[in-house]
T-cell receptor
Framework: ETGVTQSPTHLIKTRGQQVTLRCSSQSGHNTVSWYQQALGQGPQFIFQYYREEENGRGNFPPRFSGLQFPNYSSELNVNALELDDSALYLC???????????FGSGTRLTVV | AQRVTQPEKLLSVFKGAPVELKCNYSYSGSPELFWYVQYSRQRLQLLLRHISRESIKGFTADLNKGETSFHLKKPFAQEEDSAMYYCALSGQAAGNKLTFGGGTRVLVKP
């Protein structure tokens, strides 16, 4: 059984640029959630995808968008990057019928 | 809206001493409560969930609906318990998303 894998592990972007982060779900999981974790804070829910559709969203602007693919992998896209977008981005997969969330190691995004 | 509060940012205890991490929540309905742990250089992982009513690594947590609390306890802390602990809640009314508290760092001194 494979866990949740995220890529890349680190990246640095310039303010105003766009970024795409990727996540492969744990085998058998059909739901993917994305979280933003700023330094010294708990993870904040961005959005969740189930069967390739967004089915929940937190308090993040529309420039945060995502996709889920038929194999349940997922992407997080952020447009017009701002300095405050610098954070650890976590992906978690689960079966929607239960609450067994499995987290990836995260992508550390630095916006300069 | 749901909210999770962990009032202590840092807990420092000696090895063998009891440790209790506080967690209070607000939620309309029947929440599912969790404790997640993050050891140094490792990913966030589930420690325990209230519905399982189990003890993991000597930790237990009791859901008190009257006080809306879900405190995590261990009677005898070990050095390997040093980590970041997050309380989280979920539920159907919240679309099954996890809402996390700010976290408590536990440092167990020898």
């Amino acid at each position: 059984e494979t866990g949740v894998t995220q890529s890349p592990t680190h990246l640095i972007k310039t303010r105003g640029q766009q970024v795409t982060l990727r996540c492969s779900s744990q085998s058998g999981h059909n739901t993917v959630s994305w979280y933003q974790q700023a330094l010294g804070q708990g993870p904040q829910f961005i959005f969740q995808y189930y069967r390739e559709e967004e089915n929940g969203r937190g308090n993040f602007p529309p420039r945060f968008s995502g996709l889920q693919f038929p194999n349940y992998s997922s992407e997080l896209n952020v447009n017009a990057l701002e300095l405050d977008d610098s954070a650890l981005y976590l992906c978690a997969s689960s079966l929607i019928q239960n609450y067994g969330y499995t987290f990836g190691s995260g992508t550390r995004l630095t916006v300069v | 809206a749901q909210r999770v509060t962990q009032p202590e940012k840092l807990l420092s205890v000696f090895k063998g001493a009891p440790v209790e991490l506080k967690c209070n929540y607000s939620y309309s309905g029947s929440p599912e409560l969790f404790w997640y742990v993050q050891y140094s250089r490792q990913r966030l992982q589930l420690l325990l969930r209230h519905i399982s009513r189990e003890s993991i690594k000597g930790f237990t947590a009791d859901l008190n609906k009257g006080e809306t609390s879900f405190h995590l306890k261990k009677p005898f802390a070990q050095e390997e318990d040093s980590a970041m602990y997050y309380c989280a809640l979920s539920g159907q009314a919240a679309g099954n998303k996890l809402t996390f508290g700010g976290g408590t760092r536990v440092l167990v001194k020898p």
